[in-house]
């Protein structure tokens, strides 16, 4: 069994630039979560898709945005990027309570 | 308001010596709880969880956890620490029917001397 993938493990955009993360959630899980990690703190929620919806959202602006695909994939996009928004980003997939994570992608913003 | 709260950023103990990490939650009902490991640079992985039940709950690498509803905590233990265990731990809970949301605390940085 597969577990949680994401693309690209590393990245570095510039301010204002766009970017798509990319996320392969676990056979035969449906929800995927989508996390943010600065560095030396916590994940912060930012959204989560179950069967391709959205089903709740943080605290994080619209320029963060995201997809789920049929077959429970899933993408995050940033818009407008800001040297802020250099972090670990997380994916996770669930059937239950339970949430599965992926690696992550690293990205660096300048 | 709701919270999570790790009181330790940084633990240090001797190979071999047990181990007790603390998280204490601040949650109207008992919410779902859970324990994962993150090595440098890597993703989080799930140590344990505890739905309800057996407040004692076994995962995995030797880790234990006990739920204890009277001091609403959650406190991971392992008896013998191993040097491959210095990482970051984290405590993470899902409030009960508020679906799937994660919230962390701030973790624990173990750091194991030989």
């Known amino acids: 069994e597969t577990g949680v993938t994401q693309s690209p493990t590393h990245l570095i955009k510039t301010r204002g630039q766009q970017v798509t993360l990319r996320c392969s959630s676990q056979?035969?899980?449906?929800?995927v979560s989508w996390y943010q990690q600065a560095l030396g703190q916590g994940p912060q929620f930012i959204f989560q898709?179950?069967?391709?919806?959205?089903?709740g959202r943080g605290n994080f602006p619209p320029r963060f945005s995201g997809l789920q695909f049929p077959n429970y994939s899933s993408e995050l996009n940033v818009n407008a990027l800001e040297l802020d928004d250099s972090a670990l980003y997380l994916c996770?997939?669930?059937?239950?309570?339970?949430?599965?994570f992926g690696p992550g992608t690293r990205l660096l913003v300048l | 308001a709701q919270s999570v709260t790790q009181p330790d950023i940084h633990i240090t103990v001797s190979e071999g010596a047990s181990l007790e990490l603390r998280c204490n939650y601040s949650?109207?009902?008992?919410?779902?709880l859970f324990w994962y490991v993150q090595s440098p640079g890597q993703g989080l992985q799930l140590l344990l969880k505890?739905?309800?039940?057996?407040?004692l709950v076994q995962g995995i690498k030797g880790f234990e956890a006990e739920f204890k509803r009277s001091q609403s905590s959650f406190n991971l233990r392992k008896p013998s620490v191993h040097w491959s265990d210095a990482a970051e731990y984290f405590c993470a809970v899902v409030p009960t029917g508020g679906g799937n949301k994660l919230t962390f605390g701030t973790g624990t940085q173990l750091k194991v001397e030989l």
């Open positions: 898709y179950y069967r391709e919806e959205e089903n």
């Open positions: 949650y109207g009902a008992t919410p779902y």
């Open positions: 505890y739905f309800s039940g057996d407040t």
């Open positions: 996770a997939s669930s059937l239950d309570q339970t949430q599965y």
């Open positions: 056979s035969g899980h449906n929800t």
